[in-house]
T-cell receptor, first 114, second 114 residues
Framework: KAGVTQTPRYLIKTRGQQVTLSCSPI?????VSWYQQTPGQGLQFLFE???????NKGNFPGRFSGRQFSNSRSEMNVSTLELGDSALYLC?????????????FGAGTRLSVL | AQKITQTQPGMFVQEKEAVTLDCTYD???????LFWYKQPSSGEMIFLIY??????QNATEGRYSLNFQKARKSANLVISASQLGDSAMYFC???????????FGKGTHLIIQP
């Protein structure tokens, strides 16, 4: 069974640009969550989608958005990039509601903002 | 709000020795789960083991086991017979209160020495 797939693995952008990251969950998993990992702040929850609906959102500005498609694939978008958005972005999928299901992570997308 | 404390920023352990990674947590939930993840330098978060708060026995998965002490709000990970490939960051995590995804600790950087 294929794991969580995130594309691209690496991205370099400049300030002010926007970026879209993609996540394909494990087959059969309907919940997708996104996390940001930085050396200073550690791992922080961005948002979670279940059946195409955003269920939860972390404490991030509106520049961070996401969506989920009918096949459970998810994208997250960051507009007007700032230097502080440089981070490893991790996607995780689970079978259902995260509180009762194990989240399986992808390898991440490493974003560098210059 | 949920909180995870990992008090060991880094550990050096000789190969084949057992190692215990500490994790204490704070939650107001009566029913919750605790997760441990491993993150090698490649970045992918690898699920290791899960403990439910009402599970009667401590969780075990191969060389990984949990020393779960609910009254102390402690969930230490024990790795038996450590291997060089165990060198990585290790994170303890708990579902956020209400709807905030997983809350992670700062992690422990484990280095296995030959």
């Amino acid at each position: 069974k294929a794991g969580v797939t995130q594309t691209p693995r690496y991205l370099i952008k400049t300030r002010g640009q926007q970026v879209t990251l993609s996540c394909s969950p494990i087959s059969g998993h309907r919940s997708v969550s996104w996390y940001q990992q930085t050396p200073g702040q550690g791992l922080q929850f961005l948002f979670e989608y279940f059946s195409e609906t955003q269920r939860n959102k972390g404490n991030f500005p509106g520049r961070f958005s996401g969506r989920q498609f009918s096949n459970s694939r998810s994208e997250m978008n960051v507009s007007t990039l700032e230097l502080g958005d440089s981070a490893l972005y991790l996607c995780a999928s689970s079978q259902g509601f995260w509180a009762k299901n194990i989240q399986y992570f992808g390898a991440g997308t490493r974003l560098s903002v210059l | 709000a949920q909180k995870i404390t990992q008090t060991q920023p880094g550990m050096f352990v000789q190969e084949k020795e057992a190692v215990t990674l500490d994790c204490t947590y704070d939650t107001s939930d009566q029913s919750y789960g605790l997760f441990w993840y491993k993150q090698p330098s490649s970045g992918e978060m690898i699920f290791l083991i899960y403990q439910g708060s009402y599970d009667e026995q401590n969780a075990t998965e191969g060389r990984y086991s949990l020393n779960f002490q609910k009254a102390r709000k402690s969930a230490n990970l024990v790795i038996s017979a450590s291997q060089l490939g165990d060198s990585a960051m290790y994170f303890c995590a708990i579902p956020g209160g209400g709807a905030d995804g997983l809350t992670f600790g700062k992690g422990t950087h484990l280095i296995i020495q030959p």
